[in-house]
């Protein structure tokens, strides 16, 4: 068999490629790889995904490779110390990538994206929490999902060690960053406080203050 109208070729199935210049931890990179054999050996690596469509018989190569491309797009996009898939804001927020996203970054169609993301979730390798916003008009704006990868699949992989260090880690750059925004919201309220005693002196008001103090609090 040398393809089909997809495009797939057996003997040469095609992988999610990174984004040139993205720098990933090694976790990462490791786990993608891993997650390569499942294309030879799903019976044996990953059970519950080669089941995923309720039969006993070995998953189709197309579906093998759609499942391996897009679970390796969304590990590269993962958040170590949550286990969500996105891409954090510079407001450090964090968003979810889309189907769209997902199917163009690993060159497959949406439906077969689609597809491949119904199994990673009947295999209990992925979590999807959709989200909406209820509008003025009673109707709903969808936004990307947030997914989470479940931690199990580095174990799998002989890499569960390796994880809780990553996140312990993660976890700790994220309370440095708050301590430092804190900090640095302190320091604005101290200033405005430090200026409302000097223009109380020339007969400024305490309102101009708390004014102020809640511009900086909402904008932190």
């Not at 070729?9 to 976790?27: A, L, Q, Y």
């Not at 286990?83 to 804001?89: A, D, H, S």
């Not at 305490?206 to 103090?213: D, P, Q, T, Y």
Request: charged share 25%.
């Amino acid at each position: 068999m040398n393809g089909n109208n997809c495009g797939h070729s057996p003997n040469v199935p095609r992988w999610f490629e990174p984004p040139e210049k993205h720098t990933r931890p090694h976790i990462i990179k490791s786990l993608i790889d891993g997650i390569k054999g499942y294309y030879k050996e799903p019976a044996v690596l990953l059970p519950s995904l080669n089941l995923s469509n309720g039969s006993d018989r070995q998953q189709r190569s197309e579906r093998r490779e759609a499942c391996v491309s897009v679970l390796g797009c969304l590990v590269h996009y993962l958040d170590l110390a949550t286990l969500r898939v996105g891409i954090p804001q510079a407001d450090q927020s964090f968003k979810g990538i889309t189907m769209p996203f997902i199917a163009e970054k690993c060159s497959l169609t949406l439906r077969r994206t689609e597809r491949a993301v119904a199994d990673l979730v009947a295999s209990a390798l992925l979590t999807v929490y959709p989200l909406c916003e209820k509008l003025k008009d009673a109707t709903y704006k969808g936004y990307a999902a947030i997914r989470t990868i479940n931690k199990k699949i580095f174990t799998i992989f002989g890499l569960g060690g390796r994880l809780k260090y990553e996140r312990d880690k993660a976890a700790a750059r994220t309370r440095k960053k708050e301590r430092k925004s804190l900090s640095r919201a302190k320091a604005k309220i101290d200033l405005v406080i430090d200026s409302s005693i000097i223009k109380a002196k020339k007969g400024g008001t305490a309102s101009e203050a708390i004014s102020n103090i809640k511009a900086i609090l909402n904008s932190s």
